[in-house]
Antibody, heavy 125, light 111 residues
Framework: QVQLQQSGPGLVKPSQTLSLTCGISGDSVSTNSAAWNWIRQSPSRGLEWLGRTYYRSKWYNDYAVSVKSRITINPDTSKHHFSLQLHSVTPEDTAVYYC???????????????WGQGTLVTVSS | QSVLTQPPSASGTPGQRVTISCFGSISNIGSNTVNWYQQLPGTAPKLLIHTNSQRPSGVPDRFSGSKSGTSASLAISGLQSEDEAIYYCAAWDDSLNGRVVFGGGTKLTVL
């Protein structure tokens, strides 16, 4: 049974970098059969997929076009977690951020079967 | 404005059957599979249906999903008070370099 545990600050100042970590138990970030995603939720934007990292003989990242210029998702194989960094944040980045495991046979056919508990991140000075 | 369109609300009485629709386009539902998530207040979304109609282990068979063309539906039969939640549909979208898109959510009220 995979479990995802999120950690990170709940308050970030405008123009700074939002950093969150998602700890994985019951699976490995290096597995060939899953991808590790970040999703956020806000009243104004609903659920919004941000991006993912996954290993298929080498590491890959996919990012949403809306945040591509300022997002980084990194795996940490030694610490069994993956991280989200969102740079140059504004108040519009205020949201609950979730990490999630994606499984399935491939793009277009996958689903999120495990989610972290969520972290409310407020962008404010 | 969400890419997938859901009614904002639905309701039913205990024991009734309710359906929730999800409308998309050829680039998402029309080309890929649909998943449904249930979100109880203050909690993370939980997988309810994957691959259009498949229930994960532990999800009651009162929940069922279907897909036709560019739309999908979630049906809940034998409605129970604990089914009161927000339900989201989701699918991969082939546009904009590929991305996961969600519906705006349907708040189900059990009267």
């Amino acid at each position: 049974q995979v479990q995802l545990q999120q950690s990170g600050p709940g308050l970030v100042k405008p123009s700074q970098t939002l950093s969150l970590t998602c700890g994985i138990s019951g699976d490995s970030v290096s597995t060939n059969s899953a991808a590790w995603n970040w999703i956020r939720q806000s009243p104004s934007r609903g659920l919004e997929w941000l991006g993912r990292t996954y290993y298929r003989s080498k590491w890959y990242n996919d990012y949403a076009v809306s945040v591509k210029s300022r997002i980084t998702i990194n795996p940490d194989t030694s610490k069994h977690h993956f991280s989200l960094q969102l740079h140059s944040v504004t108040p519009e980045d205020t949201a609950v951020y979730y990490c999630a495991r994606e499984v399935g046979p491939g793009n277009g056919y996958n689903w999120f079967d495990s989610w972290g508990q969520g972290t409310l991140v407020t962008v404010s000075s | 404005q969400s890419v997938l369109t859901q009614p904002p609300s639905a309701s039913g009485t205990p024991g009734q059957r309710v359906t929730i629709s999800c409308f998309g386009s050829i680039s998402n539902i029309g080309s890929n599979t649909v998943n449904w998530y249930q979100q109880l207040p203050g909690t993370a979304p939980k997988l309810l249906i994957h691959t259009n109609s498949q229930r994960p282990s532990g999800v009651p068979d009162r929940f069922s999903g279907s897909k036709s063309g560019t739309s999908a539906s979630l049906a809940i039969s034998g409605l129970q008070s604990e089914d009161e939640a927000i339900y989201y549909c989701a699918a991969w979208d082939d546009s904009l370099n590929g991305r996961v898109v969600f519906g705006g959510g349907t708040k189900l009220t059990v009267l």
